[in-house]
């Protein structure tokens, strides 16, 4: 099961029409580019495909419009995630689970729980859960970190069998690495850490870039994990310099601006993001 995460995870943008609906023909465009491009596995529903701001009705049919569209049948993770446990656990409970091969929930945000309240509400969410899961803390969106000695007791859950780790925080990743078992999972949640963090054992990333840079996040990643780390610098180089552009104005309005330069779907999103300015898409332009 877990050699499925190793390499490029997409966090899966969700494409929107002129109507703000659901696009569902530049989604099938996206999974064949990025098929293509060499990612290993598809994350469907995460912060990165607006799930902030999708229904119930639409988060199902997403997933199983990629259960239906997958043109490598690659490996499928669904994102879901709040500040609610017992409305995440229903959620999970309700859910068809077929085709899906683990959960990404991320650490529960705004209300800001104890170390205590994000065990309890991970093992709550694991016990429910019919497939794997796999953590996420991004303390930037949630308000609150998921520390390395509470990553490592969650670990020793059954049916917890990895961290999306977007702390940013090296002496917390470290922590995390020494005291981890082998088959614990760390996976990258920050395009520009994957590099280093696979240095010391991590096993991949889930990106934002690989939306619209399959192939050099894919390469990168996969250049890293075979040890050429010359070679995965080269890529990082390379992806550093649009980086900064795919957040400037909130994610995903860079990497759909991007995504829609290359002309594989429309750059709209929903309230409250709003479209790109001017200004970022021409710099976004100029990099491309």
């Known amino acids: 099961m877990q050699n499925k995460f190793a390499g490029t995870g997409v966090a899966l943008i969700t494409p929107f029409d002129s109507e703000l609906q659901i696009d569902y023909a530049g989604l099938e465009k996206l999974l064949d580019f990025n098929a293509q491009g060499g990612v290993d596995y598809f994350v469907v529903n995460g912060t990165t495909g ?4 999708t229904n119930t009705k639409e988060k199902r049919d997403l997933l199983q419009f990629v259960r239906n569209n997958n043109p490598k ?3 499928i993770v669904y994102g879901t ?4 446990t017992r409305d995440i656990v229903e959620h999970v409970r309700n859910m068809d689970w077929s085709g899906v091969d683990a959960l990404l929930s991320v650490s529960p945000y705004y209300n800001r729980p104890s170390q205590k309240g994000i065990v309890a ?5 694991a016990n429910a ?9 991004v303390p930037s969106r949630t308000g609150s970190n998921l520390t390395a000695e509470t990553t490592l007791k969650l670990s020793r859950h059954k049916n917890i069998i990895g961290i999306k780790e977007a702390s940013g925080d090296f002496g917390q990743i470290v922590d995390i690495v020494a005291g981890k078992e082998d088959d614990f999972l760390l996976i990258s949640g920050d395009d520009m850490c994957t590099v280093p963090m696979i240095s010391i054992g991590a096993v991949g990333v889930i990106s934002v870039l690989a939306n619209a840079f399959p192939v050099e996040m894919s390469s990168m990643t996969r250049a890293a994990l075979n040890g050429e780390f010359s070679k995965a610098t080269t890529f990082l180089a390379r992806l550093s310099k649009i980086n900064p552009y795919m957040y400037k104005e909130a994610n995903p309005v860079g990497v759909k601006e991007a995504l829609h330069q290359l002309g594989k779907c429309e750059n709209y999103v929903r309230l409250p993001l709003v479209q790109p300015s001017a200004e970022l898409i021409g710099s976004i332009k100029e990099l491309i």
């Open 121 to 125: 509400h991970y093992t709550e969410v």
């Open 50 to 53: 607006e799930s902030a701001t």
């Open 73 to 75: 049948k690659l490996p």
């Open 81 to 84: 995630g709040g500040y609610d």
């Open 129 to 137: 859960c019919p497939v794997p899961v796999i953590m996420y803390n």
